[in-house]
């Protein structure tokens, strides 16, 4: 489209007339009638914006049961719209297990319930003896049995 006119500009700068080369008037004409016939081939182009909403909506759960160690753990979540309800537990390393149920809205905001289910359990302690505490050991002198 540039182009075109660009062209017809050049040319209608050499048109001859009948007495001459045409006036600067008449070539002012021209390319008014040019911007008017291209302008009416090509109508500009709109743009509208439009806010897209999708309502939030999803469900999700997953779980891990690894023996060899001891990681027990699982988690649930179910959200419509702004409303968000879930749960997850897991094992702690004392024996016990916490669960914790949550929501949130936009009336309440953020709720959590956390339950500890099961007694702890601390493992024995096994040792030998009084201990130094990782105190360093000293010797003095000469071992007079060495050969």
């Known amino acids: 489209m540039h182009c075109f006119v660009l062209v017809a500009v050049a040319t209608a700068a050499y048109i001859p007339s009948g007495h001459g080369y045409t006036s600067s008037k008449h070539i ?6 040019l911007a008017l016939a291209v302008s009416a081939q090509y109508p500009g182009v709109e743009y509208e914006h439009k806010e ?3 309502h939030p909506k999803y469900k999700f759960e997953y779980g891990v049961k690894d023996p060899h160690t001891g990681d027990h753990k699982s988690q649930w979540e179910v959200r419509d719209g702004d409303v968000v309800k879930g ?4 094992h702690e390393a004392d024996g016990t297990e916490r669960v914790v149920e949550y929501k949130s809205d ?4 953020f709720e959590a319930n956390v339950k500890k289910v099961g007694h ?3 493992p024995q302690v096994y ?3 009084p201990s130094s505490h990782g105190q360093p050991e ?3 002198g000469y071992n007079h049995d060495d050969p």
């Open 52 to 54: 897209h909403y999708a």
């Open 87 to 90: 749960a997850y537990t897991l």
């Open 138 to 140: 000293y010797h003095h």
């Open 127 to 129: 040792g030998g003896g």
């Open 106 to 109: 936009a009336h309440n905001g």
């Open 28 to 33: 002012l004409a021209l390319l008014a009638c």
């Open 120 to 122: 702890a359990h601390h």
